[in-house]
């Protein structure tokens, strides 16, 4: 999937508008003004997400500067399904895809009325065979994050989903679902339409860890499209996973860093969307193919970059061209220079003046 030639740029909205549908809707024109292809967001019922005894992620106590549990914080993140609804009608109007992330099946099976172009399993899920079996089933291609997760960990995940893909009950156990997609690999059955986000959940993640070059371990081993969701606050990050293969980028943005919420720090502000979108685009014309060959252009300057051999000095016809007067210069005239050295010893037929090109055949 998405080996269009262009890149995929999803905004990462999250829950960067506070529960506020004004907020919400300022993001979708963000995201719209830095011209990215999607703006997601995320989808949850707090009460059937987490228990009222779940304490918050060391980030979010960071990022908030309070330790409410994570109940209490998203509860306040919660978007209505009439919000999902104009925010939906919002994004057609402005001609953005919209996207929005199920923490659970009650939430996925709500977003399954939208025409959204992926369904999206975040990091915490990958292991979710409760989630991944409903996701599998809606039909649509999707995008697995693997933040956290281990090589084993998207094992299962894939395998899990190509297993739901083609059974219609549950497996009954770990072993079914591996040995199905065994033989599914040896069919030649590929998930085609999955996309794995390579990604570090800590929030902002340090360059350090972002560990960019793990996408080609992730594509051989796998053998499906690669993506970074990136959660480092540079803007450099997504078009050097772009240079390095990936198809997709997923980044969380926010009007200003300076909100109150857990995942504002680590989001980019409107102007750094925008730089950032701006970076990926010239990254993918610089790319080019996997050839190399002189481009159009550089004939031109091919005639006057390269040295030709050219006399050093007054040379005499029936002189031998030697080291002492034979040399190489620019010219737009002559013989190349890779023929310095098959000239030495050779015979002038004529006269040359100095830094005159040379301009004849050689003796055999």
């Known amino acids: 999937m998405m080996k269009t030639g262009k890149t995929y740029v999803i905004a990462e909205a999250g829950v960067n508008h506070n529960g506020d549908i004004a907020l919400a809707k300022q993001l979708i024109d963000v995201a719209v003004e830095a011209q990215a292809d999607a703006v997601k967001f995320q989808t949850f019922d707090a009460s059937a997400l987490v228990t009222k005894a779940t304490p918050k992620a060391k980030y979010q106590v960071r990022n908030t500067g309070v330790d409410d549990g994570q109940h209490a914080m998203l509860a306040k993140l919660e978007l209505s399904k009439e919000a999902h609804l104009a925010l939906y009608e919002y994004c057609k109007q402005k001609e953005i895809a919209f996207m929005s992330t199920a ?50 960990d998207i094992d299962f995940a894939l395998a899990f989903i190509q297993y739901s893909r083609g059974n219609a009950t549950p497996p009954s156990s770990e072993q079914e679902i591996m040995h199905y ?31 960019l070059k793990s996408m080609a371990q992730l594509a051989t081993t796998f053998d499906v499209s690669v993506g970074f969701s990136d959660h480092t606050l540079s803007v450099v990050t997504p078009s050097t996973a772009v240079a390095l293969g990936a198809v997709c980028i997923e980044k969380h943005f926010t009007l200003s860093r300076e909100m109150e919420g857990p995942d504002h720090l680590c989001s980019l502000e409107p102007k750094e969307l925008c730089d950032m979108v701006s970076m990926i685009r010239e990254t993918e014309v610089s790319l080019g193919r996997t050839v190399k060959f002189p481009q159009p252009n550089e004939f ?15 040379i005499s016809e029936g002189a031998l061209f030697t080291q002492e007067n034979l040399t190489t210069a620019r010219s737009p005239i002559g013989i190349c220079a890779s023929e310095y050295w098959s000239f030495i010893g050779q015979t002038a037929s004529r006269n040359y003046d100095a830094m005159e090109p040379v301009c004849q055949f050689k003796s055999q």
């Open 181 to 211: 997609r065994a033989t599914a690999l040896n069919a030649n059955e590929k998930l085609s339409d999955v996309t794995l986000l390579h990604c570090t959940s800590e929030y902002p993640t340090p360059l350090y860890q972002a560990n």
């Open 103 to 152: 923490f659970d099946v009650q939430s996925l099976a709500f977003l399954s009325q939208f025409d959204m172009p992926f369904i999206k399993i975040p990091s915490g899920e990958i292991r979710n065979a409760l989630l991944l079996w409903h996701a599998a089933k809606v039909g649509k291609p999707m995008i697995i994050s693997s933040g956290m997760a281990t090589l084993g």
């Open 300 to 314: 031109e300057t091919k005639k006057i970059a390269r040295q030709r051999i050219v006399a050093k000095q007054e």
